[in-house]
């Protein structure tokens, strides 16, 4: 059993930064893939960024492509998101998820675990 805790998000103006970050209990946290998703107000649930088990592989929707990082800490059993020059698109709940998988899931169906999300805003 994972248990996930995100943190980091509130209210930040566009062009501002935020770093989210899912602190996950359980000593096999090393080898699931982990993914940050988002949903907005009226619209799916999406995959925002996904990293391995490892951490060399990583996967990341177009619209956050070299705005947002994802990274992961094995020590401290926690994955990152850093969110850089941030949109009013951007607002969402932010959920961390773990797979067993290990390698990088895109589909949020084959994602065991789930955290209790985090809100993002950004202002205009």
């Known amino acids: 059993q994972v248990q996930l805790v995100e943190s980091g998000g509130g209210l930040v103006q566009a062009g501002g930064s935020l770093r989210l970050s899912c602190a996950a209990s359980g000593r096999t946290f090393s080898s699931y893939a982990m993914g940050w998703f988002r949903q907005a107000p009226g619209k799916e649930r999406e995959l925002v960024a996904a990293?391995?088990?490892?951490?060399?592989?990583?996967y990341y929707v177009d619209s956050v492509k070299g705005r947002f990082t994802i990274s992961r800490d094995t020590g401290k059993n926690t994955v990152y998101l850093q969110m850089n020059t941030l949109k009013p698109e951007d607002t969402a709940v932010y959920y961390c998820?773990?797979?067993?998988?290990?390698?990088?899931?895109?589909?949020?169906?084959?994602?065991?675990?789930w955290g209790q999300g985090t809100q993002v805003t950004v202002s205009s």
């Open positions: 998820a773990a797979s067993v998988r290990a390698v990088v899931v895109i589909t949020a169906t084959n994602y065991d675990y």
């Open positions: 990293i391995s088990w490892s951490g060399s592989t990583t």
